[in-house]
């Protein structure tokens, strides 16, 4: 996983035109973005999604084999919960579909990290991640997902 701050996105351009991408979006999104799905480039899609945030994220730590997730609230803040995923248990099990896997019984090195007011994640396939959950309160917040296809 990497954190970052909106401000600092040209640090991240040697990562790669994808990422870079995916950033330059984030940067430029307005509050007012409706929520739906947007196409950025040919491995990048930006989803914008609202919900309330609450206490546990029942369902676990998600992880993905085919994409890259970079994600902002670009309303309110987010606590997300990470974890490397090797030693993990799965939750539930990989659904190609949607391309993602549950997992439970984080590792003792896990932690988590409050994003939004500037500071995104870029979590990666061995990143455990489990979003939605509230830093003070629960609050209503719209979120910023870029997904970039990595195979």
């Given at each position: ?9 040209d ?132 979120k ?6 990595i195979?």
């Open positions: 996983m990497i954190l970052g701050t909106l401000n600092n996105i640090t991240y351009k040697a990562l790669s035109p994808d990422i870079y991408a995916g950033l330059q979006f984030l940067q430029n999104a307005q509050p007012e973005i409706e929520v739906g799905t947007y196409p950025i480039s040919k491995n990048v899609k930006a989803i914008v999604s609202e919900y309330e945030t609450v206490a546990d994220f029942t369902r676990g730590y998600e992880a993905h084999k085919h994409v890259i997730d970079i994600q902002y609230p670009v309303i309110g803040l987010e606590r997300v919960k990470w974890s490397p995923i090797e030693g993990m248990n799965v939750n539930i099990p990989y659904d190609e579909a949607k391309d993602r896997t549950f997992f439970k019984d984080p590792s003792p090195r896990g932690t988590h990290v409050d994003i939004g007011e500037g500071i995104f994640a870029i979590m990666f396939p061995e990143d455990g991640h489990g979003p939605q959950h509230f830093v003070d309160q629960p609050q209503l917040i719209k910023i997902t870029i997904k970039i296809a195979s």
